[in-house]
């Protein structure tokens, strides 16, 4: 029997119109040796009815009330046999190659973490033609995440992560919502590899209403509970990691610190400030480094020839809407 490579673990709450999508683009992830869990987090839009209709094909996980999308998520990668974590939230879409693209890296490089970009849409999920198949990965090697020097839009639908470096870290923060993957980003930051893929693209990540990035307050008081977790020493890495840590939330902080200046949230902007200045400082001190040593190279691997394509990907276009 094939060895378990990837656990897709989708968490969904009242997104009966979004968790279709979600599904059918897991599902369409073949022909690698994958297994879904998918947990229904108490919905009463009759997701769950939806979801049933899918039978064996996957393993369908119901919470009898809302218990939030951290403990879903927990839950879901509690029952994963993987090994490797792949997340994604019931209102994003897998572009066809993602899990062709985590593969490949796997299989040439081993890492702990993988990150990649994601395509924002609202509306209708973009079609995706056969022309538009990547056929080459970029994406530059770090030895640990918190030694990253490029940025990247961070997203649970677009972070990939070996079984055992999650469960050693202790998943996601229960209460952490609002910047859970920095959070989660944190605990793992000294666990190993980390690859940062530059392209393609390996999820659609969809604008709607209900999305928590339209908020800035919720996001800001994140901001001051990761800042007061490094402060008390409750991230791993002690002494040795320390500005890599401080850098690393500086980055964050001044992001946020921003955000709220254009929102005219002056006070919390300048408490924001005050509560974390130093990391602030330390961001903006490695940023001059790398500006002077310059950034880790991107490298290239190809992903698929023209006839393994043909092979894999059968059809015109891919992702239109159930």
Not at 99 to 108: D, P, Q, T
Not at 206 to 219: D, G, T, Y
Request: contains cysteine.
């Amino acid at each position: 029997m094939a060895r378990m490579r990837f656990s897709i673990v989708i968490t969904c709450y009242n997104q009966r119109e979004f968790i279709r999508a979600a599904v059918d683009s897991a599902l369409a992830q073949r022909p690698l040796v994958k297994e879904i869990v998918v947990v229904d987090d108490g919905s009463s839009d009759g997701s769950w009815g939806l979801l049933e209709q899918y039978g064996d094909s996957i393993q369908l996980i119901k919470f009898p009330k809302n218990r939030g999308a951290i403990e879903a998520r927990n839950h879901g990668a509690g029952r994963a046999t993987g090994d490797y974590l792949v997340f994604l939230d019931g209102d994003d879409v897998f572009m066809p190659w993602a899990l062709h693209v985590y593969e490949r890296i796997i299989a040439e490089r081993t890492p702990k973490i993988i990150f990649a970009p994601h395509t924002w849409f609202q509306g209708a999920i973009p079609p995706v033609r056969d022309e538009e198949m990547p056929l080459k990965i970029e994406f530059v090697e770090y030895k640990t995440l918190l030694s990253k020097d490029r940025p990247i839009g961070q997203s649970a639908s677009t972070f990939v992560i070996e079984r055992q470096a999650f469960r050693d870290a202790g998943g996601w923060s229960p209460g952490i919502f609002h910047l859970d993957c920095q959070d989660l980003c944190t605990k793992v930051g000294i666990s190993g590899r980390t690859i940062l893929i530059c392209s393609p693209p390996t999820a659609f990540y969809r604008i709607h209403a209900a999305n928590s990035i339209h908020e800035v307050q919720p996001f800001l008081k994140m901001v001051h509970r990761l800042v007061g977790k490094e402060r008390a020493g409750q991230y791993p890495g002690g002494r040795e990691h320390r500005f890599q840590r401080r850098a690393w939330m500086g980055g964050l902080g001044f992001f946020w610190i921003k955000r709220a200046l254009r929102r005219g949230l002056y006070k919390e902007a300048l408490k924001l400030t005050a509560c974390g200045w130093s990391m602030v400082l330390a961001a903006v001190v490695r940023r001059c480094a790398i500006c002077l040593t310059g950034r880790s190279p991107v490298q290239t691997i190809e992903l698929m020839n023209k006839e393994e394509y043909a092979h894999a990907f059968a059809g015109g276009e891919h992702h239109s809407e159930a």
